[in-house]
């Protein structure tokens, strides 16, 4: 048993390469000038410096929060490249052809259907490399349909009244010290709106990916979907193995219209660090969701990498009868900290929420979930359910669990159970005893325990976060 | 340091009994602490200024009698505005009730220093506190009389009060802190416990306290091998009632079975914070809260369970139950669990809801009242509790007092 642990410890990070590819890259450092420079490289309107150049003022005044179960050393600001862009972006690609190939390769190792497969995939990726989005495959059909899917850096040009009118109207600049940072220094994302009454024809997905050393990833998602609209939109990250830490920071913004459905999935592998700690992605992220009447938002997340993870979706439910949703899957392993949850914030009548949080705590590793249902006096007949329940493997592990339940409305019901234990003796006996050996035993144990939450993601997806539990579990028990 | 804790330390700074060298340390840990704001999280949902602002008048020291239960046939120990005023005469073997006068200067080593990284209060009473009453049970005695401590608050009282129980290896005792006053006052009450192994103690608090009084207190109890602990706490709440219960499994295998229950009327603030740490293996806890919330009142609660690394085999479970009467009146609640032991079974859970509909209006079909329905609704949700006090007179002492409180509870 201890050997198959060792031998899963030391298992290395599979999507560890460093890409060589000539970088545009500012020195590290972070001032009025760097945002100015961030801007003017965009080439950005006045009104969109002015609102980084707000944003960072306010961050300047705001402290660095500390409540969130993890330790980590301090961040040093002025030692992060604000800007990177692969070089050969200056003379923008017009097709894949023109895609640097050392790029697409990157794509390949991580297995993103970028080509054909992509195609057969019928999946759309607007895929950001650093933090210039490279890529927009299927823009045409998207165009037909009347959906929108670009980088936000050119939204910014194309469609300034819609980027105008939501970007910060979901996660206000001064929401948190990395919304704040995320603010001044985003440098790229996505941003999607869908027209009245229209099922995107597509599933939407981008793919980031921090390649450059000592680079922050900023970047910011905004997601409009209008008044009876369905979009489904698939998040994956991953980062190559490095010595540093590296800070990403982003925001995700969604607006869901009346009578508009908004499903977000996020599978998060970025780099864990090494068995010791060193190294590894700091993961500082803000996602919000904002439902009008009858719309409905849901969060689904597989979160497996990041040596710091700091999140949690939310939706604030501000229409009558909006449902939020929030299922997470969390897996840590070696010295991975993991403070993750969601906030449902209900202020419409007969507003619905639902919370379902699997955590699965291994190795040396922290798994926090941090929960916030909030039913506001103007809730009337509103209704929450929470369950989140831990596994663990191994005893030098920890979970917890801390659910802050807020409640102003008689009328409305909230329930919120917890339980934690470990892979039970039983059930591996049994399994074992038909014949699988334990490490089938306990990746299948695992999977079923995640079942509530894969159930929910995309196909494609659900294969791929089964798949990515099962190797990050490998040996993990015996 | 806030200005009203500068003049209470200053007042403090000339008391000289046995408990001052303690005092000074306590102090300069106090110097030190930051004092809570609304940013700080164990002090989120509670008005401190209210505490600091409040301008007391100072009590008159009249002699008050500790309201009788009856059939209960108690030891008292009696405080009246933070004075001790009486101590059972009565001698009963292996017990003994000494006031913190009468320990001298032996009293310093007798009492710990309360937990002053999660309780800044604690050290405020480390360093106010100048009455106090240390109960010793001696090993293998069983008391079979309640020992009940009373703290009377009157009209611009400020108190300070500190108990000591320690209960020897195999010994037996009931202990009942009760807390009462409605009108303007200021105190903070202090209990540790030391239960030694296989001892049994029974505990209760009765913060019944309302009105105008504002009260910070706690309970810390230390848990020997294969001791038990079988405690309720019934708290009404106040202008502002905050009550910090703590529990260390110190020694293995020991159980803790622990009721609270808290109703709220008007514009009253209760805020429990409870914290179970297993640091051992093979302990058992079981927690079960409830409360009633009605009018503009605000409920707090917050109940943390802490296993460490090597609390294997530990079985721990809390439940937290709600009932909101009205939609001005809030229930911020937060069941915590830290786990870093694998081999354990915990759970919480947590629900906030109204009086069901559906039973209501099955009653009324049967011809109850209303009213009459409301109130038997909410003494069947809360008496589920009062039904497991182990000591019946309290039971029957309490009953009424809730139903009292039902009655004037409305609706809304």
């Known amino acids: 048993m201890t050997e198959q642990i060792d031998k899963a410890l030391q298992r290395e990070y599979e999507a560890g390469f460093v890409s060589d590819i000539e970088s545009d890259t500012f020195e590290p450092g972070l001032n009025e000038d760097i945002i100015r420079r961030i801007s003017s490289m965009k080439q950005e309107p006045e009104w969109m410096l002015e609102w980084r150049l707000k944003a960072f003022r306010n961050w300047l005044e705001m402290e660095e929060p500390d409540w969130a179960h993890v330790d980590y050393p301090k961040i040093d600001f002025q030692a992060i490249s604000y800007y990177s862009a692969p070089k050969s972006m200056k003379d923008k690609p017009k097709s894949l052809d023109e895609v640097d190939p050392e790029l697409l390769k990157t794509y390949e190792k991580l297995g993103i259907p970028l080509h054909e497969q992509m195609m057969l995939a019928g999946v759309a990726v607007d895929a950001v490399f650093d933090s210039v989005s490279v890529v927009t495959t299927f823009r045409e059909k998207l165009e037909e349909a009347g959906v929108i899917f670009m980088p936000i850096s050119e939204a910014v040009h194309k469609h300034p009244e819609l980027v105008q009118k939501y970007l910060g109207s979901v996660v206000p600049q001064k929401d948190n010290y990395y919304a704040a940072l995320n603010c001044a220094v985003f440098t790229d994302g996505s941003f999607v709106y869908i027209p009245k009454g229209t099922k995107c024809p597509m599933e939407l997905s981008t793919y980031f990916r921090i390649n450059e050393q000592n680079t922050g990833q900023f970047e910011r998602t905004l997601i409009i979907a209008d008044e009876g609209s369905y979009v489904s939109y698939l998040e994956g990250c991953t980062a190559p193995q490095r010595d540093e830490n590296q800070l990403h920071a982003a925001v995700v913004e969604l607006v869901a219209m009346d009578d508009a459905e908004i499903k977000y999935s996020t599978v998060q592998n970025w780099y864990p660090g090494d068995e010791e700690g060193r190294g590894g992605i700091y993961n500082f992220v803000t996602k919000r969701g904002l439902c009008h009447t009858n719309a409905k938002i849901s969060w689904t997340q597989v979160e497996t990498g990041s040596a710091v993870t700091w999140k949690y979706p939310s939706c604030v439910l501000k229409g009558d009868n909006s449902v939020g949703e929030f299922y997470s899957v969390a897996l840590t392993r070696g010295c991975q900290q993991a403070d993750t949850g969601t906030k449902m914030i209900h202020l419409g009548k007969n507003t619905r929420s639902t919370i379902i949080s699997k955590g699965i705590s291994a190795g040396r590793s922290n798994n926090s979930y941090r929960g916030l249902v909030r039913m506001n006096s103007s809730a009337k007949g509103a209704r929450n359910f929470t369950q989140c329940d831990s596994l663990l493997i191994g005893d030098q592990c920890g979970a917890h669990t801390f659910p802050y339940v807020e409640s102003r409305n008689p009328s409305a019901i909230v329930e919120h159970e917890a339980t934690t234990s470990k892979v039970s003796d039983d059930q591996m006996f049994l399994c074992q005893q038909r014949g699988l050996d334990p490490e089938k035993a306990v990746s299948m144990i695992v999977n079923g325990f995640c079942k509530e939450v894969f159930k929910e993601l995309p196909m494609e997806f659900a294969v791929e976060a089964g798949k990515l539990l099962e190797i990050s579990l490998e040996g993990s028990v015996g | ?412």
């Open chain 2, 1 to 412: 340091m806030s200005s009203w804790l500068q003049t209470a330390v200053e007042r403090a700074a000339d008391v000289s009994d046995g408990l001052a060298l303690k005092r000074q340390a306590s102090l300069e840990l106090l110097c030190d602490a930051k004092w809570p704001t609304r940013k700080t999280e164990a002090w989120k949902y509670v008005p401190i200024n209210v505490w600091e602002r409040a301008e007391l008048s100072g009590a008159t020291n009249d002699t008050v009698s500790a309201p009788v239960i009856d059939g209960l046939d108690s030891l008292d120990v009696v405080f009246v505005n933070g004075q001790l005023q009486s101590v059972a005469a009565e001698s009963i073997e292996g017990l003994t009730l000494i006031s913190l006068s009468d320990a001298g200067a032996q009293a310093a080593d007798l009492f710990g220093t309360i937990k002053p990284d999660r309780h800044l209060f604690g050290l405020v009473n480390d360093v106010l506190a100048t009455e106090g009453v240390v109960i010793d049970v001696a090993a293998g005695a069983e008391i079979e009389k309640p020992i009940r401590i009373v703290n009377l608050l009157g009209e611009g009282a400020e108190a300070h009060t500190r108990v000591l129980v320690r209960l020897g290896a195999g010994a037996k005792a009931t202990v009942i802190e009760h807390y009462s006053g409605n009108s303007l006052s200021r105190n903070t009450g202090f209990a540790e416990y030391q239960v030694g192994e296989k001892a049994q103690l029974e505990h209760y608090r009765f913060a019944l306290q309302t009105g105008e009084a504002m009260s910070i207190g706690g309970c810390h109890v230390e848990l020997a091998e294969h001791s038990e602990l079988n405690s309720t706490l019934v708290g009404f709440g106040s202008a502002l009632s905050r009550i910090d219960v703590d529990v260390t499994h110190a020694g293995s295998h020991a159980f803790a079975k622990m009721n609270a229950i808290y109703l709220l009327d008007g514009k009253e603030l209760f805020d429990l914070h409870s914290t179970i740490e297993h640091a051992v293996p093979n302990g058992t806890t079981e927690e079960n809260v409830r409360g009633i919330v009605a009018d503009n009142s605000r409920a707090v609660f917050n109940g943390r369970i802490h296993i460490h690394r090597d609390a294997q085999k530990t079985l721990a479970e809390l439940n937290n139950r709600n009932l909101l009467l009205s939609d001005r009146a809030e229930i911020n609640t937060k069941p915590e669990l830290e786990i870093y032991a694998d081999d354990v079974r915990c759970a919480h859970g947590a629900t906030v809801a109204e009086i069901d509909q559906k039973a209501l209006y099955y009653m009324q079909s049967r011809g109850v009242s209303r009213a009459q329905a409301q109130v038997m609704l909410n003494f069947g949700f809360i008496n589920e509790l009062v039904d497991q006090m182990p000591n019946e007179a309290l039971a029957e002492w309490l009953r009424p007092q809730l139903r009292e409180r039902f009655a004037s509870m409305e609706v809304k």
